[in-house]
């Protein structure tokens, strides 16, 4: 039976259930590890083998979250800040977030239904759920499966499984249109924006940078606890910034979560994956992951 080919989807799945692509890649090593040794079990008739792996995932990542504390990004912990020279403080306790680099997806014909559930925003919001609402939501909303499916992959019922839904959908309406954009493909023009924004950046260009930039438009730094909100605030930070740091600035672009992304280096080194959110030809969000050991994970 030839597993490895599920790798790419497998480590998503994990990914929207742990926050963490670390944790997700040991998890699906332990999925396929599991899968191997139960094959001779395998039944084609009661399931498809990317559903029975899902199955088999999913009770992983259940095991997994037993006890775990939930990742937020810093607009998960508290009230939007106002001061764009607040201290800068890494909260290195706090389990962060973590980005997802589309290239691990894989074989790029199942990539676009993959990066469907892959935005920040919405990744963020599943960490608000207990595990198993976690699970249904994923594997009915995301991936698709049945609510029969569903209940057999969670020990459940049809029944249990559609209340888990209603309350896990209640819960991220609350936090925001996220369900809205689940299955939205990428606006042709995201990457143009960012694009506009790396050149902008690069020249230290702070006008230029804000004109790009969504009157409500939010940043967060993790792992600093963060979180400014409103265009002014956001161009104040980027005077800071440069302040700070200088110019010289170098801007590759990359892809994260579905969408534009941009790994960012001062001449000292590597410093951040940037990941935004882009609507209405605007940058809507900013999440700044200052963490070079994240750089590994974009190759």
């Not at 595990?131 to 991936?143: F, H, K």
């Not at 924006?193 to 967060?220: C, N, Q, S």
């Not at 882009?278 to 200052?290: H, Y």
Request: proline content about 6%.
């Amino acid at each position: 039976m030839e597993l490895e080919g599920y790798r790419g989807e497998l480590l998503a799945h994990c990914y929207r259930m742990v926050g963490s692509v670390d944790e997700a890649e040991d998890l699906v090593q332990e999925t396929l590890l599991r899968a191997w040794r139960a094959a001779d079990r395998y039944d084609a008739e009661k399931a498809s083998v990317r559903t029975w792996l899902h199955r088999i995932a999913t009770n992983v990542c259940l095991t997994a979250l037993e006890g775990r504390a939930r990742r937020p990004l810093p607009s998960g912990l508290g009230a939007a800040g106002d001061d764009p020279y607040a201290p800068l403080t890494p909260s290195p306790e706090v389990p962060w977030l973590q980005p997802f680099p589309d290239a691990r997806l894989g074989d790029p014909a199942d990539a676009v239904q993959q990066r469907a559930g892959l935005r920040l925003a919405f990744v963020a919001a599943l960490q608000l759920l207990p595990a198993r609402q976690r699970a249904a939501l994923v594997l009915r909303e995301v991936l698709q499966l049945s609510a029969a499916e569903v209940a057999q992959a969670l020990d459940s019922s049809v029944a249990s499984v559609n209340s888990s839904l209603q309350r896990a959908r209640a819960t991220l309406s609350a936090a925001g249109p996220v369900l809205d954009e689940l299955h939205e493909p990428a606006a042709a023009d995201e990457r143009a924006v960012v694009e506009r924004y790396l050149k902008a950046f690069e020249a230290a260009d702070v006008p230029g940078l804000t004109r790009l930039l969504a009157e409500d438009v939010e940043l967060e730094m993790p792992p600093v606890n963060l979180w400014l909100a409103g265009r002014d605030h956001y161009a104040e930070f980027l005077r800071r910034v440069f302040q700070m740091r200088g110019t010289g600035w170098r801007l590759r672009s990359v892809r994260a979560n579905g969408g534009p992304a941009l790994a960012a280096y001062t001449p000292s080194g590597a410093h951040s994956i940037q990941v935004f959110a882009v609507r209405d030809g605007l940058i809507r969000s900013c999440v700044t992951f200052v963490d070079p050991g994240l750089f590994r994970l974009f190759a």
